[in-house]
T-cell receptor, first 110, second 115 residues
Framework: AQSVTQLDSHVSVSEGTPVLLRCNYS??????LFWYVQHPNKGLQLLLK??????LVKGINGFEAEFKKSETSFHLTKPSAHMSDAAEYFC????????FGAGTRLTVKP | EAGVAQSPRYKIIEKRQSVAFWCNPI?????LYWYQQILGQGPKLLIQ????????DSQLPKDRFSAERLKGVDSTLKIQPAKLEDSAVYLC?????????????FGPGTRLTVT
């Protein structure tokens, strides 16, 4: 079955430290993959997308993700967390439709 | 460019009551999507419209949920009668067309609480 799995439901980091949000996909082919962010009471916002071009994708607000076919992974990283990064993050796979992971809540401590 | 608009933003109803949500997509976007996001889960597609026609409603509980997009622009999603498990955020999204389903723009959502 085609799906994405977010390995952590909650990640907590201190401000200024690196962020790693993990996502694995399951598919017989390499799908397009996305990361969305959802701040409280706000709509989903696209952070970045992978569409079979460069495997290292840079997004907004300093986030980036690397597509690794051998590991079927698409982890989201940021070198230094900011308080404003606290939100829910969704990894999404484009198969016949958009399949969302369950989400990872990122908490940033001062 | 105006984004996807949804109303109301919040709604509280009792079980067995009816409720309707409204969505106005980005101007010119032919494809409209309704998602259900239960607390602690990712959004799940309920129904997809291309203009005023239904493309996919395989995950829509048709015994109680209905949706329409009569003029191919704005859309309404209705629940009748509501159950406790319908408590969720209902998200509307739009894209230029079906082929661009991976370029969806999301509205802020309607948070429904069924008591």
């Amino acid at each position: 079955a085609q799906s994405v799995t977010q390995l952590d439901s909650h990640v907590s980091v201190s401000e200024g430290t690196p962020v790693l949000l993990r996502c694995n996909y399951s598919s017989s082919y390499s799908p397009s993959l996305f990361w969305y962010v959802q701040h409280p009471n706000k709509g989903l916002q696209l952070l970045l997308k992978y569409t079979s071009a460069a495997t290292l994708v840079k997004g907004i607000n300093g986030f980036e993700a690397e597509f690794k076919k051998s590991e079927t992974s698409f982890h989201l990283t940021k070198p230094s967390a900011h308080m404003s990064d606290a939100a829910e993050y969704f990894c999404v796979g484009a198969f016949n439709d958009m399949r969302f992971g369950a989400g990872t809540r990122l908490t940033v401590k001062p | 460019e105006a984004g996807v608009a949804q109303s109301p933003r919040y709604k509280i109803i009792e079980k067995r009551q009816s409720v309707a949500f409204w969505c106005n997509p980005i101007s010119g976007h032919a494809t409209l999507y309704w998602y259900q996001q239960i607390l602690g889960q990712g959004p799940k597609l309920l129904i997809q419209f291309q203009n005023n026609g239904v493309v996919d409603d395989s995950q829509l509980p048709k015994d109680r949920f209905s949706a329409e997009r009569l003029k191919g622009v704005d859309s309404t999603l209705k629940i009748q009668p509501a159950k406790l498990e319908d408590s969720a955020v209902y998200l509307c999204a739009s894209s230029v067309d079906r082929g661009a389903f991976y370029e969806q723009y999301f509205g802020p959502g309607t948070r429904l609480t069924v008591t």
